[in-house]
């Protein structure tokens, strides 16, 4: 493992090289580590790049590290991995994404994660991507989230990118049965030219099926974002978006926010808004004896924490 | 010492608002300003915190010129001030605010116990919360007043504490304001319509019609101000209906 991918790795993961459970760290396409635990077996896919990580049934209490590094430019890294996540287990699943690049050339990482979860299994899946280093290569991360829910599931997706990508098109798709529930909540800062894009579809299909995304989003200088979000409710069931973001400067966020209904007990809820911070919270900080750039940091820090 | 010398602010559309006003208040003293709604009692309050910029006039700090110094100098200087009609901020626990509130000095969880009692909120039930819409508005107005008592500093003004705060929680509101001003030695100004805070008072003045009408020590005005029909009298008149 190098120097840059265990600076990234600090800063996108709690991962101590001494860890005793199942990981695998990627670096510039390659692997820089792995272990596989007892109940939580790490294998190359023999098809095409990337992994298969098997979570065998009643698994509970354990952590599975995956993150992957790009550490120099000229790195255009696809990887597949797949999570089969067997009954009744209850896991936490950190991945996450760094990519630097000083060299002036690009670097991108494009990390397509399915994860199959079994009946009544639980997964909190924690995700949190970084761009850093100097020069004019442009740092790219375009995650793919596809998740399938069985029966009585959960999974629980906490997933952010504060700082540094220039570009970011996120995919998350999620279909869940019978009583299988998705918790999202997201976070993401666009400054300077950055541009990103977070695209929801969630297809609820099961009886007392529910979705839960809220997206909270800050875009400064001239970057760009685009959300979308399509809910759909195919049986009884709820589901709730929400998208709120803060603009300042000459940024432009644009939300696309749908609903559809198939069902006439399918109950859906979708909230945006999109404004520049109060100039109200800025006085009330600096009542508090902050400048007005200080203020306008803790509500940034605050609003994406 | 806080001392403003013939404070005038009209509004953009001209409507003169504060006409004049003479205000000293000595250290250590708690002073209710009340008078009639629009009468011009927030604006004043806002012009001492730096918020508004008077027209013409001059407002002292312990002898310093303050006028030309604006809401984060005055507030380092010591001024603290709590709304009217407190601002929410979404993803802001009510830990941080109070904690940004205190500023370098780190609070304990038992300070911040504290804190939170004075205004009665239980802490283990609040510090965790969002100081968003989740809260209700009796909820954000104690947790308003709460900010201003974790900053400490010498001189506190409350724009009408009491608004929205049921009858339990102002009893512990009335003993906090006490204790600030008896065991802590600060300068409170305190804008109200309430009868029970107006007789805490080291000095009550009447502010309508952009003036000064008249101020003097809590038992010699209690009278003036409850007889004159004013908003300290009709809440009287609610309050003796809620007791009985
Ligand atoms: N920014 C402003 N623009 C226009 N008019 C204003 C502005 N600020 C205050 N005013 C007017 O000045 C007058 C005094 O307002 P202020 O809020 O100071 O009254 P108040 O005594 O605090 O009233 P209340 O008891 O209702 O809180 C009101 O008529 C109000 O409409
Ligand atoms: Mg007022």
């Given at each position: 493992m190098n120097d840059i991918t265990k600076m990234l790795l600090g800063q996108i993961t709690d991962f101590k090289p001494d860890f005793k459970g199942a990981y695998n760290i990627r670096e510039d396409g390659g692997c820089a580590g792995r272990q596989s635990s007892e109940n939580i077996k790490i294998e190359n896919k023999t098809d095409k790049p990337g992994i298969d990580i098997r979570i065998a049934a009643g698994t509970v209490g354990e952590t599975v590290y995956i993150p992957a590094c790009v550490t120099h430019g000229d790195v255009n890294d696809l990887v597949y991995n797949d999570f089969f996540v067997g009954k009744d287990a209850d896991v936490v699943i950190v991945a996450g994404c760094g990519v630097h690049t000083s060299d002036g050339h690009d670097a991108r990482h494009n990390g397509i994660h399915r994860f199959f979860l079994e009946e009544g299994s639980r997964v909190k899946y924690l995700e949190k991507h970084i761009g850093t280093g100097m020069g004019s290569g442009g740092r790219s991360i375009d995650p793919v989230t596809e998740v399938f829910l069985g029966k009585n599931s959960v999974l629980e997706m906490d997933t952010e990118q504060i700082g540094g990508v220039d570009r970011s098109v996120r995919n998350t798709s999620a279909v869940c049965e019978e009583g299988a529930r998705l918790l999202v909540r997201e976070r993401l800062l666009t400054a300077k030219d950055q541009f990103a894009e977070t695209n929801f579809k969630v297809e609820l299909?099961?009886?007392d099926s529910a979705a839960d995304i809220v997206s909270r989003a800050v875009a400064r200088d001239t970057s760009k974002q685009v959300y979308t979000s399509d809910i759909v409710g195919n049986a009884p069931c709820s589901g709730h978006s929400e998208c709120d973001a803060i603009i300042a400067d000459k940024a432009s966020v644009n939300a696309a926010p749908r609903l559809i209904a198939n069902h006439g007990d399918a109950a859906l809820i979708h909230e945006a808004a999109i404004g520049k911070i109060a100039g109200e919270q800025i006085l009330k900080l600096r009542t508090l004896g902050m400048t007005e750039e200080e203020a306008e940091a803790k509500i940034i820090e605050g609003f994406l924490s | 010492m806080i001392k403003l010398e013939n404070i005038s602010w009209s509004t953009p559309?001209?409507?003169?608002?504060?006409?004049?006003v003479n205000l000293t208040i000595p250290d250590g003293k708690l002073v209710v300003i009340t008078g009639p709604n629009g009468g011009g009692k927030t604006t004043l309050a806002k012009i001492i915190a730096g918020i508004v910029t008077p027209d013409s006039g001059k407002i002292y700090l312990d002898g310093e010129d303050i006028t030309d110094l604006d809401v984060t100098e005055r507030a380092r200087r010591g001024v603290s001030f709590a709304f009217q009609q407190p601002v929410r901020f979404k993803g802001v626990t009510v830990r941080q605010l109070l904690q940004w509130s205190a500023g370098d000095r780190k609070l304990s969880d038992a300070q911040l116990c504290d804190i939170l009692g004075n205004v009665g909120l239980c802490a283990s039930e609040y510090?965790?919360?969002?100081?968003?819409?989740?809260?209700?508005g009796g909820e954000i107005k104690r947790i308003e007043i709460a900010s201003v008592i974790a900053r400490g500093t010498k001189l506190s003004i409350f724009d009408e504490p009491e608004a929205g705060i049921d009858l339990w929680s102002f009893a512990n509101l009335i003993k906090a304001f006490r204790r600030i001003h008896e065991e802590l030695g600060g300068t409170l100004i305190i804008i109200s319509h309430q009868e029970r805070i107006l007789r805490i008072a080291d000095e009550i003045v009447l502010l309508s019609d952009g003036k000064l009408g008249a101020s003097g020590p809590a038992n010699e005005m209690m009278e003036r101000v409850l007889s004159s029909g004013s908003a300290a009298y009709a809440c009287r008149k609610q309050e003796v209906a809620f007791n009985e």
């Open positions: 299909n099961g009886l | 559309e001209g409507n003169r608002v504060l006409d004049g510090l965790g919360r969002e100081v968003s819409s989740a809260l209700s």
